[in-house]
């Protein structure tokens, strides 16, 4: 049976893997579009809906006047009847107005390989790296660090 941690784990990895994936679709498919007005009464027009990819997770367009960016949403189970959710923004372009008025680059994909170890270890080294922040503090009381 999973723990909360796995499964935290296991849907951050899901949506990222996805959202890497869509990324390069959304950008095929939106490109053509620079300079067009795409967006009406807040959401995508009609005619530009069937250019968002089917995808396993659930997908929907944020809603945001600058952007024109897609969620990307997985859920997992466990434990006997627990469910954890997780989400990341897949930015494709930016809008002014309704207007799609350039494309965003994105260079580096999201990482996909989140392990129990590797989140345990950073959660370790988060707790020293705290207390060394505490003691630094402690040594510069009543002083501060900005004159």
Known sequence: MKTLLEAKIEARNMVN?????L??????AFSPLLGQKIIKDGG???????LVPISPLQVYRDYSNYTLAF?????VH??????????TL?????LEGYVLNSM????NPLPTDFTVKKVLAAREFLKIAKAKYAEAEAA???FGSID
Do not use: H, W
């Not at 893997?17 to 994936?21: G, L």
């Not at 995508?44 to 069937?50: H, R, V």
């Not at 969620?71 to 859920?75: E, G, M, P």
């Not at 965003?104 to 260079?107: A, F, K, R, V």
């Open 104 to 107: 965003i680059e994105i260079t």
């Open 90 to 94: 897949v930015y494709v372009g930016s």
């Open 71 to 75: 969620n990307v949403r997985a859920c």
């Open 78 to 87: 466990y434990g006997d009847c627990f469910a954890q959710y997780d989400e």
């Open 23 to 28: 990324y390069p679709l959304l950008q095929a």
């Open 44 to 50: 995508l027009m009609k005619k530009f809906e069937g």
């Open 140 to 142: 510069v009381y009543p």
């Open 17 to 21: 893997a996805e959202a890497n994936r």
